[in-house]
């Protein structure tokens, strides 16, 4: 059983789209996070949900908007989506406590032409 | 604020031969640890962690790495490196005293070659 999931895996769009990408968890983790990975691998962390309140929300542009409409789901919509968008993304879950460690789904490659 | 440094980009090591990623970090109170590593094309996978307690941790796969209080050091080791181990290797902290936040700051990363 896959713990954490994304749909889909890969993406590729038009600038000015919008697009979603989904994540579930079957854990029983009650934090889920999103990741930006660029083409240089860095990894940068954009939100995150506990128990499906928001948390963390770094210096991400207004057109990212996640959404969390249960503990075991977090989804990401971007709306008018731009060539720097290109990047990998990775959802990621954990229990609360802050010690335990991330679980990260497989990633969705988002394309932008 | 929290920071973690990997000084290295690329560590190519002899399979057989001993390994040391590196890892330093920055935070204004103490810090839990982490390693994860990243295969291609695939989602980062848990390593091991530092939370308390001895200084010496190990984890998956015959790794381990040593917290170095005074010298703000979490390395990564593996006595005998094998060509699967070749993968991309990220360090990661958190400040205790991060409140909710509660978010980690993971280090740029270091390509690990294992030459056969």
């Known amino acids: 059983d896959t713990a954490v999931s994304q749909t889909p895996k890969y993406l590729v769009t038009q600038m000015g789209n919008d697009k979603s990408i989904k994540c579930e968890q079957n854990l029983g983790h009650d934090t889920m996070y999103w990741y930006k990975q660029d083409s240089k691998k860095f990894l940068k962390i954009m939100f995150s949900y506990n128990n499906k309140e928001l948390i963390i929300n770094e210096t991400v542009p207004n057109r990212f908007s996640p959404k969390s409409p249960d503990k075991a789901h977090l989804n990401l919509h971007i709306n008018s989506l731009e060539l720097g968008d290109s990047a990998v993304y990775f959802c990621a879950s954990s229990f609360w406590t802050g010690t335990e460690e991330q679980f990260f789904g497989p990633g969705t490659r988002l394309t932008v032409l | 604020a929290q920071s973690v440094a990997q000084p290295e980009d690329q560590v190519n090591v002899a399979e057989g031969n001993p390994l040391t990623v590196k890892c330093t970090y920055s935070v204004s109170g103490n810090p839990y640890l982490f390693w994860y590593v990243q295969y291609p094309n695939r989602g980062l996978q848990f390593l091991l962690k530092?939370?308390?307690?001895?200084?010496l941790v190990k984890g998956s796969y015959g790794f381990e790495a040593e917290f170095n209080k005074s010298q703000t050091s979490f390395h990564l080791k593996k006595p005998s490196a094998l060509v699967s181990d070749s993968a991309l290797y990220f360090c990661?902290?958190?400040?205790?005293?991060?409140?909710?936040?509660?978010?980690?700051?993971f280090g740029s990363g270091t390509q690990l070659t294992v030459l056969p």
């Open positions: 990661a902290v958190r400040d205790r005293s991060s409140g909710s936040a509660r978010q980690l700051t």
């Open positions: 530092y939370i308390t307690g001895d200084n």
